[in-house]
């Protein structure tokens, strides 16, 4: 018995070891894929006022987007430039109110290109000092349509999620950026965003799922298509991936429940 537990514990071992080995080379290729996507931009600085400047109608390069990530510099947490491309796409078409869970790089990028056309955005943050960084971004340049919320966790029985401030948010949220909260950190991980705020979502709302092949981003799609009957398209890069999830129209379900 002991003999086959010390068997198993050292395949485990070594099956996390190398599990960790291939994440840190898989992290270190998109890093350098990234800073040659990223050779001879601009500053940070420069990106943010070039961006802002944009007419409407002009969609920031992928080039761009990349010096603005290489600028931010938070490697292990911004989104990856696939999923920021994605954001950048969708936040300059929405028509109505943005939901963000986890704020960061894509809180600016949603403020310089949906905030100026007037589409308000809601942003969730639980770390005070994440959202000291964050919001110190936006009043530096002046970044109009964010409210950024710090919502600390709460347990809502079986899962954790932001606390969010349901008074102040509007009901006809028709995008959603959800990149938090820390899926290793947070039991349920992003789970609580259909539960808990699935009633301020509009027909149809898009959700960007961020990391969709992860274990837990995989497990809570699976809940979501259970439970919420959500329907998923999976976009798969070689650095990473994201889902765009379609909540479903709540004229069925009244049908259904009537
Ligand atoms: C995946 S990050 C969100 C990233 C954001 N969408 C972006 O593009 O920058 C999710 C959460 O991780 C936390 N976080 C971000 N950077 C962190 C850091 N350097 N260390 C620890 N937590 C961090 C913040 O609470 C954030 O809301």
């Not at 537990?5 to 840190?24: E, F, G, K, P, V």
């Not at 259909?194 to 709302?205: E, I, M, Y």
């Not at 259970?226 to 069925?252: C, H, I, M």
Request: hydrophobic fraction near 40%; aromatic fraction near 10%.
């Amino acid at each position: 018995m002991t003999k086959l537990l010390r068997n198993s514990s050292i395949s485990d071992l070594i099956a996390n070891t190398l599990t960790a080995t291939a994440w840190r080379f898989r992290f270190i290729n998109s890093q350098v894929k990234l800073y040659k996507e990223a050779w001879f931009t601009p500053t940070f600085h420069e990106l943010v006022l070039e961006i802002a400047n944009l007419p409407p109608s002009k969609m920031p390069t992928r080039k761009m987007l990349a010096g603005l990530l290489t600028g931010w510099g938070n490697n292990h947490f911004a989104a990856n430039l696939d999923y920021l491309e994605e954001v950048a796409k969708q936040a300059a078409k929405t028509p109505g109110p943005i939901l963000e869970c986890g704020s960061g790089l894509t809180t600016i990028l949603l403020g310089l290109l949906a905030g100026r056309r007037g589409v308000e955005i809601w942003s969730l943050e639980h770390i005070p000092e994440w959202y000291t960084r964050v919001n110190t971004v936006l009043e530096r340049y002046q970044i109009s349509g964010v409210n950024l919320y710090l919502s600390p966790l709460q347990d809502f029985g079986g899962f954790c999620w932001y606390n969010p401030p349901f008074t102040s948010l509007p009901n006809n949220f028709r995008l959603v950026i959800c990149d938090g909260p820390p899926s290793n950190q947070t039991p349920g991980g992003r789970y609580g965003l259909l539960p808990v705020l699935g009633q301020h979502l509009c027909d149809d709302a898009l959700i960007l799922l961020d990391d969709a092949n992860r274990e837990e981003e995989a497990e809570v799609l699976r809940r979501w298509t259970t439970e919420s009957k959500v329907s998923v398209l999976l976009q798969e890069f070689s650095f990473g991936s994201f889902a765009l999830v379609t909540y479903p129209s709540r004229v069925n379900e009244v049908e259904v429940n009537q």
